[in-house]
C-alpha cells in the first residue's frame, strides 16, 4: 500500500493535545530576564528627549536601552529594494523619530514581566510631532516624508505590459471602467504572539529560541545587523503557534533581545509579545488601491485586455518589501486566459505597521483585482457569473502566461461544476431571484483563486536587478541511528501543518516501511541541525521542497542500505526488497528468508565495521538531500520568466443575504473546492483548507485594522479587530479534486495559503445581492456599517461605467 | 483564607490537577502566571490580553474560566483542572483523542483552552447539537482550523464519552 494519499494521525499531536507541547514562552529559568518595550504612541514624531533614569532606578532593572545605544551597536538591516530603498535607515528600534504608532523607542530587562512594565511607565519620553500620512495616495504627494534620506515615500515603481493592450481597447466592442477599487489591511494573526529568548554568549555570538518562520532568511538578516558571522546567529525553533508568513519578519524584535542580553553580560532574555502589541506593531497585510481600470471586452463577453494602476501600501518600513511589488504577478491575469496587460505597480510607504508576508501574500490582492473586474463586468453586460467565468478560464496545461510563468495542470471548469453540484446552485439561483422580487438582498457569487506555491526567488530580481537570489530549496537529512531507526530532520519550521507526519508517509513509502517506524525530530536549529538559506516554512511549498527534500534523502539512504545489504546477503541489488519483516524493518532477497535488519545494518556500519568491504567504505547510512527546484532566473527587463512551481487551485461559492434591518451579512450556504494536485495527506489538506476558508471569511466580513487621520490604529485588540469566531462561520461543503502536477515527484502542489478565495467570494455574492440596489461592490470589506453606508448611498453612476463601441449586446 | 504576609504577598492554596500547592503571591499576579510560572504548567496558554482568545480557559471549581481574567488570590481554595490534568494513568481522555483523530488541531496552541472549554460544556451538556458545540467554543478562537473539525472532535468525544468509551 501507498502511505502517500491516507490520513495518517498527526505525530505532533499526542505532546499538543497533553500540553506538552514546547512554545517559546514556556522555556521558563530561574534568574531569566524579562523584556518589556516601551513604544511610541503616535504615528509621526521626533524624539527630543529620553529619560530613562527613574526607570533604571528601580529594583529589579537589569537595563534599559534605548535607540541612541541600539545605533550604536547594530547596523541598519539590509534593504532589498532598489534606490531610493537604500537610503532608509531600518534599525530595531527608533533613534531619531518614531514612524508609525507603536514603534520600540526603548527597552527594559527586569526580574519579571510586571516589573518590566512598571519601570517602562517611569521611562519620560518628549516628541515633537509630525504629520503623519496615512492615506497612500496623500503619501505619494511627499508632502510628509518618513524617510527623510530617501527624499520620498516611493518604494518602487515599475510598469507590467504584456501582449497588444492598446490594439485589444482599439478592437474591443465594450469598455469596462472602474475609477477605484481598494483591498484592506488586515491579518491573519497566529494564536501565538511573537516571542524569543535571547543570550549573548560570552565566546561570541547569540543563542535564540523563538518562532521566526523563515529562519534561514533571519540569519542572514540577522548577523550583519548585530556585527556577527552568520554561524554565530544560532537560531532555533521548537512548537510554533500559527505563522501564517506573519512571524516571518520578528528578527527585529530578535536583534533588540538580543542586544539587551548583551547589555546585561549575556543574561538570558526572554520577550513575548503582548497580543495588543501584536496588532499595533507585528505585521500587517498589504493594502492596495486599484486606480483607472479599464477592461476591454469582445462582443461575446471574453476580457481581452486589462490596464490599471495599482498602488500598494506597505506601511512605516520595507521590511519584506517591495517585494509585494513583484510576489503578485505569479498569477498575472488569475485562472483568466487574457494575454493583454499593462499594470503600473506604485509602492509607498505611510505611517502605519510595516506590512509582512500575509497567508496569500500579494497574490491575494491580485487574485482579488481580477475576480472584481470579471464579476463586475459580468454583472454590467447581463452575463451570468458562471459563464463569463466559463468563457475567460484557462483550459490548456501547462498554461504558459503572458510573463512566463507556467501554471501545471488544472481543472477550473470542473471544479465550478463540483462546487455547484456541493452547493446546489439551480435552487440558489432560483431563491435569489425569488428573494430579490420580494425585496431581500441575496445573492450568490463564486470565487475562483490560485495558490502559487514554491516560489522561485529569481522573481526578487525584477524588484531589484541586483540582488544575489535566485531558485529556491529545501533540505532533509536522513539516517539509521545506532540502534537502526530512521531519524529524519528538516530545514521547515512547521507551526501546524504536520510535517512530521507528511515527512513520515514520504519516508515510509520508499523504505517500504510504516509511518510509525519513521523518526521525525521537529526543531529548526542552526547550529546543531540542517539548513539552508531558504528554510523555513512559508509560500505554500512543503509539499514540493520539503517532501521532495524526504524523498530524495530516502532514496539515497535506500541506496546505501541496498549496496550494504547486497554485501552482506551476497546477493545482486537488484534482487533485493525492502520491507518489513517478523523482526521489523528489514532488506531481503526476494523469494527467501535471507534477510537483513535495520539493526544489523547500522551496527555494521557504526559498531561492527570491520566486517565491511573496503568497497563500502563511503557508507555512512546518514544522507543529506538539497532540493532544488527546476528554475532560472527571470528576464527583468521584460519581467518574464517563471516564478513558481505549482498553481494549486480554489472556487468557492456563497450564498449571502444582506439584513435589511441591520446590514449584517449572512452566510446561508458555503462551498469550497480545492486542487492541489495529489494530496499527500487529505486529511491535513482538508484542514488546511477549512483553516483559510475562516480567515477569509473573517477577513471579508469581520476583521480589518483600521487607522484614524493621525495615524492611531483603532483596532488594536482582538475585543476589536474581531477575529471570526466558531458562530460567525457557516458550515462549509468541502469538495476536493486532483490535477497531479507535472513538475513535482509526486504530482503534489504546495498549498495552504488558499488564495483568499473567501474574499473574492463574499465580494462576488454581495455583488449579486446588491446589483439590484445600485451597489457596484469595490472594496474587500463589508462589515455591517459598511454595507449601511453603501446602501444609503448607491455608487454605482460613480463606481462603474460601460461603453458599447455599437457591437451587439453580449450574449445571456 | 488568604493572608496578607510581609512585602505585600498573600498566601494562597489551590488544588490543581488533585495535587494541593500553596504559594505566597502578589495580589496582582493572575490565575494563568501562577498556572505557568510558579506551577510550571505551561500547557496553559496566553494569546491576547482582553479576555478574548480562551486559550488560558482552565476549570475552577467545576466551570470554565479565563484564567488571564482571574488573579491568583481570587482561586484561594479553588479546585482547579489544568489540560495536564486531563489524561488519567497516560491515557488520552476521549476528547484529547477526538481531537487528533478528527484532526481539531493544527498548530496545537489554542487546543488546551478549547479542551477545556468543551470538557465543561460536555460536563453541561453530554449531547450537544452542532450548534450548541458553536455556542460552547464562542469564546475560545483558533486561528488554523477554521473551527469545523473542531466541532467535529467535540461531537465524536460527546458519542464515545455516552457510549463510556
Known sequence: MSWTGTSVRRKEDDRLVRGRGLFTDDELEPGMLHLHILRSPYAHARIVRIDTSAAEALPGVACVLTGREVAAQCDPVMQLGPPPCDKIRDLPMAVDKVIFQGEPVAAVAADSVALAEDAAALIDVEYEMLDAVVDAEDALSDRSILHEAAGTNRTWQGVYEYGDVEGAFRDAAFVVRIPRMQFHRFASTPLENNACIAEWKRQGGVDFLCNNSFPGFAQQLLAPGLRLKADQVHIRTYDVGGSFGNQIWNYVYMAVAALVSKKTGGRRVKWAETRSEHLLASGHGNERTYLDTEVALDREGVITAVRSRHIDDCGAYTRYEPLGCVIWSQVLAATYKVRNLRIDFTQTVTNKCPVVPNRGYSRMQQLWFMERIVDICAHELGLPADEMRLKNYITQFPYETPNGCVYDSGDYPAMLTRAKELIGWDRWQKECAAGRKAGRLIGIGIGTTLDSGTNNFGQARIMNPYLPFSGNSEVCTMRLDLEGAVIVCLGTTPSGQGHETAASQVAADVLGIDPSMVHVRPGFDTAWNTFVGHSGTYASQFAVTGLSAVHGAAQKLKAEMRRLAAYMLEAAEEDLEFGTGAQGPEVRVKGTDKAINYWYMANLVNNNNALLDASLADVTLNVRHVYRPPFKVPDTERKFGNLTLTYAAQLHIAVVEVSRETCRPQILAYAAVDDCGTLINPQIAHGQVHGATSHGIGAAIMESLDYDESGNLLTGTFSDYCPITALNLPDIAWGNIETPSPFTYSGAKGMGEGGGAPLHTMSAALQDALHGAGVIVTGSHHPAPRLFEILQKPNRAEAVSVERRGGKQARR | ?165
Open chain 2, 1 to 165: 483564607m488568604s493572608t496578607t504576609e510581609a512585602g505585600g504577598r498573600i498566601a494562597i492554596e489551590v488544588t490543581v490537577n488533585g495535587t494541593r500547592h500553596r504559594r505566597e503571591v502578589e495580589p496582582r499576579l493572575l490565575l494563568v502566571q501562577l498556572l505557568r510560572e510558579d506551577l510550571r504548567l505551561t500547557g496553559t496558554h496566553i494569546g491576547c490580553d482582553t479576555t478574548y482568545c480562551g486559550a488560558c480557559t482552565v476549570i475552577v471549581d467545576g466551570e470554565p474560566v479565563k484564567s488571564c481574567t482571574m488573579l491568583a488570590v481570587q482561586a484561594d481554595g479553588a479546585e482547579i483542572l489544568t489540560v495536564e490534568g486531563l489524561a488519567r494513568d497516560g491515557e488520552l481522555h476521549p476528547l484529547q483523542r477526538a481531537f487528533s483523530e478528527n484532526h481539531g488541531l493544527q498548530c496545537g496552541y489554542c487546543t488546551p483552552g478549547m479542551l477545556m472549554s468543551a470538557h465543561a460544556l460536555l460536563a453541561r451538556n453530554p449531547d450537544p447539537d452542532r450548534k450548541q458545540i458553536r455556542k460552547g467554543i464562542q469564546g475560545n478562537l483558533c486561528r488554523c482550523t477554521g473551527y469545523h473539525n473542531i466541532i467535529a472532535a467535540i461531537d465524536a468525544a460527546a458519542a464515545a464519552m455516552r457510549e463510556g468509551k
